[in-house]
């Protein structure tokens, strides 16, 4: 370890949307969760991609729900992330912060 | 009774992720994830939106999954590399008129949709073969019984087995099955339910084995030794016993009758007959239902079902049969039932589907295909009238050296590719179309007459299949419609035009002609319209008249329900005899039954008989009449024979119009007596005085050589549905002949439903292994009746209006196009001093043309088409000239509309400004 994770930035949306979920981070809540926050469209293999990617880098873990009548009998996948993902989105808020220090004032003359 | 299946996702979008999404249940938990987002935006936002929200979900993970490699850029072939620019740049020209583009795509998507919906349907209720091995050699051979009205297919058991010998060098093997309605105990309420009574050879001949268990072996198929067994289908296994394997060799029972379970069916099979729940061995109907199921030659109950040898044909069978029925004729020749014994051996897949049943569904995909035609011609005059706007710049590149192919590839290219778009929200409407299509369609085609024994109306929705034929046709049609844009747009002729002023282009001979060629379009477009307004309108005429059928009676709160009473097994006729102990017994249970019904709240009237509107309950022929000479068996009148208590009449709103009515002192001892209905006594006494007449009927009704007076005529009961009319009726008292099976039928003050389980409760008490079956208003039995025509009515009403309004848009996009190009023209006879009244009539007068010569035409094709709708038509004649005349004029009003609203613009021209920009 030590060395550090980057996010992209669909990454970035999902491990977010995770840690507002806590415990019921599944497909559905997650992109439920991004579309009402950031008002963006999300397509569910878009999700699955990332949180593939996510679960490859070590970012989260994924466990296995219930069938449920609901969903055509179908499980969830929750999706938690992992002290390491919590970090990487720790360093990413930094490295954006870093980005947008100085640039607020310029946003508040446009608006 | 509702068995529509809970809604699901666009299946053809479902299939796509299943196949792009990892098997394992990652992959699943994806698409439960967007079934459940695809509920909440159902709910929220409508079926339509969430059904097209899923589909761009499906569309957009399919590309994000795909391999890499299909993703990339193919270098394959230059000629593909043409392709893609083709369409590239076709696609910027579409995205820089997104006005046509919209409306061009939204047209077709109309006549796509509504083609691929009735194809999902068509597809499974007639194209499909039945779903058993080697469909085309299942053949139903019968020594069949063939009256002068009807022909009667089935066999006896008997019957059955000396078939069984005769045919087996050409039919191998040979079945037999019957469905009835059986009493189930033993676990939970007593319940009705259809088995299927088969012999053991029925599941290999379908090629189905048992899911659990096993079928019938060749020895349960010996009525000698009756093995009491049984085959639970998988709907009762689930819902009844809780799908627990532990079921076999478990014990149920069946009217009483223990019977061990020994296997349970695959899901969804249902039978020949569509209908089965449960299966029986034919071997113990003897010991299950009656005695004389075995036993009895005259009993026709079995139907036979089996598979011709390979190089044996249909013909042979026949020929092979064909003694069999002259000795069967001898040996029964005194059995009384009258009518010819002929060998007939049908194809399975003939008797599958219903004359009347299929025509509707024929007309509907006709009418479709129509207004696909329409769609056609208009989205060609779309194309000619943007083409013609574009003259110049195909002239340029034809200058410089296109070749005319490829103009016309491009021009190709750009259909095809509003073809594809269209077709993909065509399937979207044809989800949503064969949803409805699916609500509407008649019980009668899948419940109880079973008139489509392969459709199955949850599986009516859009799959590969539809995706594909949608696909299919969209080419198809993209080709028909871009065809003569291209030709008429590449020809070299254009080169003339360089040389024309900009302005001019499409005016002289050529603009002339290509406005012919428009005109020609719609006038042709108003001719198919109207040929689809009048079948709407002829269907229309008829729904109305069948609903204005006279019924006889009152059907408002009106309910029907039977029960069946166990009966001893040595019984030997499903009336039972007059000396019958069990006869006596089963008419005190029913009139016991029926006064503790009298005494519930909220009921006004009960009896017990036919219910009107739902079909006759019994037929007989009248064998003699008392003091006239001996009727030929072919002229003997058919009559419905139909059992009811004293107060039936009064109960359903009948009136009496003479005599007297049936009542205690009718009782089993006392002279058989009759009641006549009208249409029976102007069949059979035309002049004379009916009442006093003496009829013998046959021997189901009535024992040998025996009589029975004409007491009473009421007025007449519409039994059939109202197209069939009003047949004649002899009423019997159910004092005198007793049934096991009858049905009550209840007058309520309120709903109807709402005395079921106070009815149900006082069942209970009398005896809590009698469940009550078949309840149904006798208003939704009226409806059922006219099910078919409502369907047609309705969806062919939704392809006349789009055929109308499509054909009144083609107009009015013709007559605005004229307007624009003839603005020139127009300026200078107003500034020569024409009335604008004037010039305006010289261009309604084009519409107006067109408009005619569409209806003429129209008329003359209707004229010779409709008679083809002539068996679904009801009082109406096919050439019903009030139909004709309102359609046409309709029509013509509607057209000349649409050509008045852009004409109206030439008023507004100003001579000055025309004349200045020049």
Redesign the interface.
């Known amino acids: 370890m030590g060395e550090r994770t980057f996010l992209s930035e669909f990454e970035h949306l999902t491990l977010a949307a995770a840690l507002h979920l806590r415990h019921d981070a599944y497909g559905a809540a997650l992109m439920r969760e991004i579309e009402e926050r950031t008002g963006r469209k999300v397509q569910a293999g878009t999700v699955y991609l990332t949180v593939q990617r996510l679960e490859d880098k070590g970012l989260v873990s994924c466990t296995l729900g219930e069938p449920d009548e609901s969903r055509g009998g179908r499980p969830k996948r929750y999706v938690t992330p992992t002290a390491a993902g919590v970090r990487a989105l720790a360093e990413h808020r930094e490295a954006l912060l870093g980005l947008w220090d100085g640039l607020e004032a310029q946003l508040e003359k446009i608006r | 009774m509702n068995l529509r299946p809970a809604p699901?996702p666009p299946h053809a979008a479902t299939v796509l992720l299943e196949l792009?999404?990892p098997t394992g249940?990652?992959g699943?938990?994806?698409?439960?994830?967007?079934?459940?987002?695809w509920?909440e935006r159902r709910r929220r936002n409508g079926a339509l939106r969430a059904n097209l929200w899923y589909i761009g979900?499906a569309i957009?993970?399919?590309?994000?999954?795909l391999p890499p490699h299909l993703r990339q850029r193919s270098t394959v072939h230059p000629l593909w590399d043409g392709v893609r620019m083709e369409a590239r740049y076709s696609a910027r020209r579409l995205a820089r008129t997104p006005g046509f583009t919209a409306a061009a795509v939204l047209i077709l998507a109309v006549g796509i949709g509504g083609n691929s919906a009735i194809f999902s349907l068509l597809r499974d209720a007639i194209l499909a073969d039945p779903p058993y091995p080697e469909p085309e050699r299942l053949v139903l051979p019968s020594i069949s019984h063939v009256y002068p009205t009807y022909t009667y297919h089935g066999a006896s058991y008997p019957e059955f087995e000396m078939l069984l010998d005769v045919t087996d060098r050409l039919v191998d093997p040979l079945a037999g099955y019957a469905v009835e309605a059986v009493t189930l105990t033993g676990v939970g309420d007593a319940e009705r339910i259809a088995a299927e009574v088969v012999t053991p050879d029925y599941f290999h001949l379908l090629g189905v084995s048992a899911a659990v268990g096993r079928t019938f072996t060749s020895g349960e198929g010996n009525a000698a030794t009756p093995s009491m067994v049984a085959i639970l289908g998988h709907g009762v296994w689930s819902s009844r016993f809780g799908s627990d394997p532990g079921m076999l060799g478990r014990e149920i029972f069946i009217n009483g009758h223990g019977v061990t379970v020994i296997g349970v069916l695959p899901r969804g099979f249902r039978g020949v007959t569509g209908q089965g729940r449960l299966w029986l061995p034919m071997a113990a109907a003897g010991a299950l239902l009656d005695q004389w199921r075995i036993t009895n030659h005259g009993a026709h109950w079995v139907s036979l079902l089996g598979r011709l040898r390979h190089g044996a044909s249909i013909e042979g069978a026949e020929s092979q049969l064909a003694p069999l029925a002259q000795e069967m004729r001898r040996r029964w020749a005194d059995h009384g039932s009258g009518g010819d014994l002929v060998a007939v051996v049908r194809p399975f897949r003939s008797v599958a589907s219903n004359d009347r049943a299929r025509a509707s569904l024929l007309l509907l995909a006709s009418a479709a295909a129509l207004v696909l035609l329409i769609v056609c011609a208009n989205l060609a005059g779309l194309l000619l009238v943007r083409g013609s706007a574009r003259t110049r710049e195909i002239a340029v590149r034809l200058a410089i050296g296109a070749g005319r192919w490829r103009v016309a590839r491009q021009c190709l290219t750009e259909c095809l590719l509003v073809g594809l778009m269209g077709g993909v929200v065509g399937l979207a409407l044809a989800a949503w179309g064969a949803e409805g299509l699916a609500l509407l369609a008649p019980e009668s085609w899948v419940a109880g007459s079973n008139e489509l024994q392969f459709l199955n109306l949850e599986q009516v929705g859009v799959d590969w299949g539809v995706a594909l034929f949608a696909v299919g046709l969209s080419v198809v049609t993209s080709l028909l419609f871009g065809l003569l844009p291209a030709v008429r747009l590449s020809r070299p002729k254009q080169l003339a035009d360089l040389s024309a002023p900009l302005a001019a282009t499409s005016r002289g001979r050529e603009g002339r002609r290509l406005l012919g060629i428009k005109t020609m379009l719609v006038s042709g477009q108003v001719a198919v319209a109207l040929i689809l307004l009048v079948s709407a309108g002829l269907m229309m005429f008829s729904m109305a008249k069948l609903q204005r059928v006279d019924t006889g009676i009152d059907s408002a709160n009106l309910l029907k329900f039977s029960y069946t009473l166990p009966r001893s097994a040595e019984s030997a006729s499903p009336h039972l005899s007059l000396d019958d102990a069990d006869g006596e017994r089963m008419l005190a249970v029913h009139h016991t039954f029926l006064e503790r019904i009298q005494s519930v709240p909220g009921v006004s009237d009960a009896s017990l008989g036919c219910p009107p509107l739902g079909g006759l309950c019994g037929q007989s022929t009248v064998q003699s009449i008392e003091g006239r000479p001996d009727i030929p068996e072919s002229e003997r009148l058919q009559v419905g024979t139909i059992i009811v208590e004293d107060s039936y009449f009064e109960t359903v709103g009948a009136r009496l119009l003479r005599g007297r009515t049936f009542s205690a002192t009718d009782w089993r001892e006392a002279p058989q007596v009759l009641i006549l209905n009208e249409t029976a006594v102007r069949e059979l006494f035309p002049n004379e005085n009916s009442l006093g007449q003496r009829l013998a009927l046959g021997h189901s009704v009535m024992s040998e050589g025996a009589t029975a007076e004409v007491v009473g005529v009421v007025s007449d009961i519409l039994y059939a549905s109202p197209d069939v009319g009003r047949q004649p009726v002899v009423y019997l008292s159910s004092r005198q002949v007793p049934l096991a099976d009858p049905t009550f039928i209840v007058r309520t003050d309120n709903d109807p439903f709402a005395i079921l389980p106070a009815i149900r409760n006082e069942l209970r008490d009398l005896n809590p292994n009698v469940p009550i079956h078949g309840v149904e208003t006798v208003e939704a039995l009226g409806t059922q009746a006219t099910g078919n025509t409502r369907l047609v009515v309705s969806v062919l009403s939704v392809f006349a209006i789009l055929a109308t309004v499509l054909s009144a848009m083609g107009l009015y996009a013709v007559i605005a196009h004229a307007v624009s190009q003839r603005n020139r023209e127009m300026g200078i006879r107003i500034a020569l001093g024409a009335p604008t009244s004037g010039v305006l009539r010289l261009i309604l007068l084009q519409g107006a043309t067109a408009a005619a010569v569409g209806v003429v035409v129209g008329l003359g094709v209707a004229w010779g088409t409709t008679r083809l709708l002539s068996s679904l038509l009801f009082g109406v004649s096919a050439t019903d000239s009030v139909t004709y005349l309102l359609a046409g004029s309709l029509l013509f009003a509607v057209t000349l509309l649409a050509s008045y609203l852009p004409a109206r613009r030439v008023t507004r021209i100003d001579p000055i400004e025309v004349l200045r920009s020049e």
């Open positions: 699901r792009v999404l249940p990652n699943r938990a994806v698409l439960g994830d967007l079934e459940e987002l509920r979900q957009g993970t399919a590309l994000r999954l």
